[in-house]
């Protein structure tokens, strides 16, 4: 029986975590709040309660034990220090190495290659600005020092039946138009860490998870308002940045396809 821990199980983990289970996995499933817990409960997910600061771990360490892999989704909170999400993710990497798990899979974002235009795949240096975006790249360098079978999967905007910008953006002016979306569908996203995870157990590196359709902004933004029945968006034309994430390793060096290729549907 392979044994995955998902530290951070929220609306990704869970699916994944579903999803797998399906496939023989076990799966053990981490939130910090007793919310969270009773939502791994619904779901009917091995559940562990964890807390995790820049100081300490509290909670059931037993989480921790026996894993085949470890994917490590915890996203950086931009209202807290990022030093304090870079020192949370070194503390984890501490505790964790007694027990020799032989995968480590870290959730990142492409946030950390920068908001300058360009074409980016996985060779392309990351020039993040924004103080969390650093903090994704500084926890990305301290897993590949982990273990050179570490990987990092630097995910596109999430998207889902219940889940996109478009709710947030609500009475605000959407910047840059004329610039594409970079954004992956939670099926998508499973199914290329599902993939990812087919690799040999020694192969690390980095992978983009982006959908391969890239709509202008306006366009993708007109037409999920529409069919989410809000109302028409407004947009501020000033800037044109022309920004694409390409999801060239996955292609490359799994059997992975897109199921939603296009983004307008």
Not at 6 to 16: F, H, K, N, V
Request: charged share 25%.
């Amino acid at each position: 029986m392979k044994v995955i821990g998902i530290l951070g199980c929220g609306w990704l983990g869970i699916p994944l975590g579903l999803d797998l289970q399906k496939k023989k996995w076990q799966v053990k499933a981490s939130r910090r709040s007793d919310e969270g817990i009773e939502l791994l409960k619904k779901n009917r997910l091995e559940y562990y309660k964890i807390e995790i600061t820049s100081q300490n771990i509290k909670g059931n360490i037993d989480f921790f034990k026996e894993l085949s892999c470890l994917i490590i989704s915890l996203p950086p909170n931009r209202k807290s220090q990022s030093n304090n999400y870079v020192q949370k993710i070194r503390l984890i990497l501490k505790k964790i190495r007694p027990l020799k798990i032989k995968k480590i899979i870290f959730l990142s974002s492409i946030s950390v290659y920068g908001p300058i235009a360009g074409v980016y795949d996985e060779t392309i240096t990351p020039r993040p600005q924004r103080h969390s975006a650093k903090a994704l790249l500084s926890c990305e360098q301290e897993v590949l020092d982990y273990a050179p079978s570490s990987i990092i999967i630097r995910l596109g905007g999430l998207i889902g039946y219940d889940r996109n910008p478009i709710f947030q953006l609500q009475g605000k002016l959407i910047t840059n138009p004329e610039g594409v979306i970079n954004f992956i569908t939670q099926r998508d996203a499973i199914g290329g860490i599902e993939a990812i995870l087919k690799l040999p157990i020694e192969k690390g590196g980095i992978f983009n998870l982006v959908s391969p359709h890239h709509p202008k902004r306006k366009e993708y933004y007109e037409f999920v308002a529409k069919k989410y029945a809000l109302p028409a968006p407004n947009f501020n034309e000033d800037k044109f940045v022309h920004r694409v994430i390409n999801s060239d390793a996955i292609l490359r060096e799994t059997t992975f396809e897109f199921k939603d290729d296009n983004l307008l549907i």
